[in-house]
């Protein structure tokens, strides 16, 4: 095992972040702990949460006379090198430029990046959404606000879909990937109609997630139509460009993907009145018909069959009636049936969720257990491996006392049946080359 020096490590160390961190890097945190020192301006970079921090520098020739005392406690974007300074045993980045992390910034690069993808038509050849759809596809973070209102307002407006939830972070660094992988898992599966994209409310910066390029052409590249509703009515993201129907709220989106059912209800009772006007203008001239052969029965004297046709006419009548009105309750309950399943359908898919995501979890600490122990025996079979190759080195056995002995030429001689006599010989020890002479 080899004994480093604390400047052996610093120095091994330096090189390889520098061989890791070949080309500058854009950081994101807020100013503390600024100092100045002969020109050059020092401070530190801190999450918002103000557990992690890094080490900036401003060289004297660098700084364009900017002033960072004025962006003391802001959130600023710098671009740096990564360094280490190894006199200290010090990480540090090495700035080159920094401006403020604001909202003007953001939408500065959202509005690049949506020139882009318009440019690359990801915003054109929207899809038609379904009128009735059958089963109905959300995608929102589990046990969210938006969930529960966008369910609610789905059973209340329309309970005859399916609804089925896929779960998804929708806020922060991985919420993007997570997001694509859902949404392709959606479209993999193929059983829903449509696709709703919802989340509340929140800062330009928690809604970043939604201006991701990858995700905004996974959204365009969706086979079934998607409708968002991110955040509230002043929230415009990329996604909302991309999808085939942007909404203002998560509930507007609900409302938009189905038919009110309270309307549809409405029309029926239509139908049915309309109906019923019909059968009662059809059954009054049949009965207007059914007068005047009366009149001409009875001149012809046969009042029995008249009496038995009139009687048959009446049943018909009353049947029509009931037939129409039982119907019509069928439909009601039938209705009412389907409420109460997709409740249960959507308690149980929850329940299979958190399941899921429990197992998943473990399999995740189980890996990343089993990927250190692995590290941990390579680095001890590699730092073997290094020493076995420094014992055998040329330089070690010399001080030993050992010796190489060449002739004239340089050749290495194995055996004295390799020397000649009165040969001109060169005897290499450790710290140099002695010339001898064989004699006989």
Not at 24 to 36: A, L, M, W
Not at 399 to 420: F, H, P, W
């Amino acid at each position: 095992m080899k004994i480093y020096s604390v400047s052996e490590l610093n120095i091994e160390a330096r090189e390889a972040i520098l061989l890791a961190f070949q080309y500058p890097v854009t950081v994101k945190g807020e100013i503390s702990d600024y100092r100045t020192s002969r020109g050059h301006q020092y401070f530190k970079l801190r999450d918002s949460n103000g557990n992690n921090t890094v080490s900036c520098v401003v060289w004297k020739g660098t700084s364009h006379n900017l002033n960072l005392s004025e962006y003391l406690h802001m959130e600023v974007v710098v671009s740096a090198k990564v360094d280490f300074y190894a006199g200290f045993g010090q990480f540090q980045l090495n700035v080159i430029e920094l401006s403020e992390f604001s909202d003007g910034f953001i939408k500065k690069e959202i509005e690049k990046l949506k020139k882009k993808l318009s440019d690359d038509g990801v915003f054109d050849n929207k899809k038609t959404l379904p009128k009735y759809p059958k089963a109905i596809g959300i995608l929102t973070a589990h046990d969210s606000h938006a969930l529960k209102d966008v369910c609610s307002k789905l059973n209340e407006k329309y309970p005859l879909s399916n609804l089925f939830v896929y779960p998804s972070i929708v806020q922060g660094e991985q919420a993007p990937h997570n997001l694509i992988k859902q949404l392709i898992r959606i479209n993999k599966d193929k059983i829903v109609d449509v696709i709703l994209i919802v989340r509340g409310g929140g800062s330009l910066q928690d809604l970043m997630a939604f201006n991701d390029e990858s995700l905004v052409r996974e959204i365009s590249k969706s086979s079934i139509p998607t409708i968002t509703g991110i955040g509230h009515k002043p929230d415009i993201t990329l996604a909302d460009y991309a999808a085939d129907s942007a909404q203002e709220t998560p509930t507007a989106a609900a409302v938009k993907s189905v038919p009110d059912c309270q309307a549809l209800k409405q029309d029926i009772n239509y139908f049915e009145l309309n109906l019923i006007k019909l059968c009662t203008n059809i059954l009054s001239r049949l009965q207007a018909h059914l007068d005047n052969f009366l009149v001409i029965i009875k001149m012809s004297n046969p009042i029995k069959i008249v009496g038995n046709l009139s009687k048959e006419f009446n049943q018909h009548r009353v049947f029509l009636k009931k037939s129409i009105k039982s119907k019509l309750k069928t439909n009601t309950d039938v209705i009412k049936e389907n409420q109460i399943k997709h409740k249960r359908l959507i308690k149980g898919l929850i329940t299979d969720i958190t399941n899921k995501r429990d197992n998943i979890d473990k399999s995740k600490s189980m890996i990343r257990r089993y990927i250190n122990s692995k590290i941990v025996l390579h680095k001890e079979i590699l730092s073997l491996k290094i020493e076995k190759i420094k014992q055998i080195n040329p330089d070690l056995l010399l001080k030993k006392g050992y010796a190489i002995v060449r002739d004239k030429n340089n050749k290495i001689i194995k055996s004295i049946n390799d020397v000649a006599l009165e040969s001109d010989l060169q005897i290499q020890v450790f710290d140099g080359l002695i010339k001898v002479k064989r004699k006989k």
